[in-house]
């Protein structure tokens, strides 16, 4: 039995609920929700000792990281097939994932970070907040989780991941040039690792995330939208989908 433990179709939850559907996949959802710090309870760290979704848990066997997670789906259900059989485009579809979990995806959670957890802590008060803070397994995440609720990330760190969230789109639209994907001809699990992160780019970015200077990176989203696995994924919302910029794995 296959079980995913997860939150909202966004970020890096959104990547193996994507690849589950793209498979048809049937599995049990667990919603975790971050806004009431699910993730940091003593029952998920069970499953994920480091208090972040999303986690599959396959025939009771646990298995973290949405790229690893997708990976392991592959191997295991090959009959929907979502890496290149190529192995020049698998390798290039697991250099993009890299990149993406490395370097792009790091710069977004930062900005999503900065306008996002003000809001879902202001109303806590601070012998609340801090009970919370003691469950965050991880010292870096407490950290993190600190100075988003006061807003207090340096600006000259906001401007470095907006320089390399411009540097990612570029690099996008480049790898779009030669073919409609982003590991070459074949749709795979690059596409799916990146579809969550750039949804809202065009909402929050347009400064350089518009027709003029990424139309391939813009058609790309249309074909991805229009596929019934990333549909069905979108589908399993709880609350209104509303373009965010970069929601983080908290």
């Known amino acids: ?29 667990h919603y975790v929700d971050l806004h009431a710090f699910e993730q940091h309870s003593p029952e998920y760290v069970k499953l994920n000792p480091n208090g972040q979704v999303p986690a599959l848990r ?4 646990i298995i973290t990281e949405s790229t690893v997670i ?9 009959q929907v097939p979502l890496r290149p059989a190529d192995p020049y485009e698998l390798a290039q579809m697991r250099i993009w994932s890299k990149f993406v979990d490395e370097y792009y995806c790091p710069a977004l959670s930062l900005i999503g970070w900065h306008h996002l957890i003000e809001g879902i802590v202001k109303d806590l008060g601070r ?10 397994p991880l010292h870096e995440q407490r950290e993190k989780w600190r100075l988003a609720a006061t807003k207090s990330f340096p600006q ?5 991941a907006v320089r390399k969230l411009r540097f990612s789109m570029q690099r996008h639209e480049e790898r779009l040039q030669a073919s409609k994907w982003l590991a070459g001809p074949t749709y795979s699990l690059a596409d799916v690792n990146t579809y969550s992160m750039t949804a809202a ?6 400064e350089f995330v518009n027709e003029k200077d990424t139309p391939r990176t813009l058609e790309w ?3 991805m939208n229009a596929r019934p696995g990333v549909q069905a994924a979108m589908a399993m919302a709880k609350k209104p989908m509303r ?7 908290t």
């Open 58 to 61: 396959h025939n009771g066997r």
């Open 201 to 206: 780019m065009p909402f929050f970015f347009s």
């Open 70 to 78: 997708n990976e392991y789906l592959e191997d295991v259900f090959p």
């Open 243 to 249: 373009p965010t910029p970069g929601q983080a794995a």
């Open 156 to 160: 000259e760190q906001l401007d470095e």
């Open 221 to 223: 989203l249309k074909a």
């Open 127 to 136: 012998e609340k907040f801090e009970a919370y803070l003691a469950r965050i």
């Open 1 to 29: 039995m296959l079980e995913l433990f997860h939150y909202e179709p966004t970020a890096n939850s959104a990547k193996p609920m994507i690849c589950l559907k793209e498979k048809g996949l049937d599995f049990v959802s």
